[in-house]
Nanobody
Framework: VQLQASGGGWVQAGDSLRLSCTAS????????IGWFRRAPGKERDIVAA????????YYADSVKGRYTISRDNARNTVYLQMNSLKAEDTAVYYC??????????????????????WGKGTLVTVSS
């Protein structure tokens, strides 16, 4: 399975971007998906996560109310809609997939569960 994150770019503060995480080689239907980001000089952090059904989501406090994670299993794609972008949102964004889902996974601890697949990142640069 290959995951590919796309949709990054350079934007002004206050703008919006939509990132996509697509998969080839396998359906993502049974995988929980998380979006992570690594800002310059910082560790990689979980940003948002979504259950395989799409019924449960998690957002980091720093993006709550501005970001929306969603999925279209028919298109084998998970999205991250990012609105009201700030300079501090500048980072490389990664998507990751994990099967063997349990309800408590969709939380701030999502990354600690060990991802089955990681995508290459996409750079988001927000200029103030």
């Amino acid at each position: 399975v290959q995951l590919q994150a796309s949709g990054g770019g350079w934007v002004q503060a206050g703008d919006s971007l939509r990132l996509s995480c697509t998969a080839s080689g396998r359906s993502l239907r049974t995988y929980a998906i998380g979006w992570f980001r690594r800002a310059p000089g910082k560790e990689r952090d979980i940003v948002a996560a979504i259950s395989s059904s799409g019924g449960t989501t998690y957002y980091a406090d720093s993006v709550k109310g501005r970001y929306t994670i969603s999925r279209d299993n028919a298109r084998n794609t998970v999205y991250l809609q990012m609105n009201s972008l700030k300079a501090e949102d500048t980072a490389v964004y990664y998507c990751a997939a994990r099967g063997r889902e349990i309800p408590s996974m969709i939380s701030s601890n999502f990354g600690s569960y060990g991802m089955d697949y990681w995508g290459k990142g996409t750079l988001v640069t927000v200029s103030s």
